[in-house]
């Protein structure tokens, strides 16, 4: 089964702070993993998404993220933190071999930037 | 384009009552999600669709929620009756052919059912 671990409920920094988001998965096949940003009273925004290719995946905003298949993880990175990005990040997974089109989300990680 | 649209954005309704909530693919998309967000539970999907045809409906909580997709820019999530437990944001997301494709969501509807 598919399944998807935001170990952190909250993460704090400063900005200007290099700031992390983690994210671990589980599927049985290879993964599809994707970056999703919901600000208050909104819906979900993409961020970035892995499919193949390069491990590091650069996407909206200044973030990025690193596939890393021997951990199973997909954290998100961002070198200086803005208060702006304040905001609920998601993760979420497909499994490749998985004929549903089903995204598992995780449980979201709150980020909170200190002027 | 203006991305997925629903409507309405906030709902208040009393035990129950019949809820309807309605959305509008992105145009050219073929898939159309339905999700519940809720503190306890997170987001989680109810139901997608592919070219207007339900695929996989094991999300739906119980026969009280039904969804429809009559054509390939509507669809609609009724509750009926509801109940307070039902109180949570609903979105919508769109998506296009593909199992690489990026899945766009509405700005949701927010039920309160007292």
């Known amino acids: 089964a598919q399944s998807v671990a935001q170990p952190e409920d909250q993460v704090n920094v400063a900005e200007g702070n290099p700031l992390t988001v983690k994210c671990t998965y589980s599927?049985?096949?290879?993964?599809?993993l994707f970056w999703y940003v919901q600000y208050p009273n909104r819906g979900l925004q993409f961020l970035l998404k892995?499919?193949?290719?390069?491990?590091l995946v650069k996407g909206s905003y200044g973030f990025e993220a690193e596939f890393n298949k021997s951990q199973t993880s997909f954290h998100l990175k961002k070198p200086s933190a803005l208060v702006s990005d304040s905001a609920l990040y998601f993760c979420a997974v497909r499994d490749v071999t998985d004929s549903s089109y089903k995204l598992i989300f995780g449980s979201g990680t709150r980020l909170l930037v200190r002027p | 384009d203006a991305g997925v649209i629903q409507s309405p954005r906030h709902e208040v309704t009393e035990m129950g009552q019949e809820v309807t909530l309605r959305c509008k693919p992105i145009s050219g998309h073929d898939y159309l999600f339905w999700y519940r967000q809720t503190m306890m539970r997170g987001l989680e999907l109810l139901i997608y669709?592919?070219?207007?045809?339900?695929?996989?409906d094991s999300g739906m909580p119980e026969d009280r929620f039904s969804a429809k997709m009559p054509n390939a820019s509507f669809s609609t999530l009724k509750i009926q009756p509801s109940e307070p437990r039902d109180s949570a944001v609903y979105f919508c997301a769109s998506s296009t052919l593909g199992v690489q494709e990026t899945q766009y969501f509405g700005p949701g509807t927010r039920l309160l059912v007292l």
């Open positions: 599927v049985s096949g290879n993964p599809y």
């Open positions: 669709f592919n070219n207007n045809v339900p695929i996989d």
């Open positions: 892995y499919i193949t290719g390069d491990n």
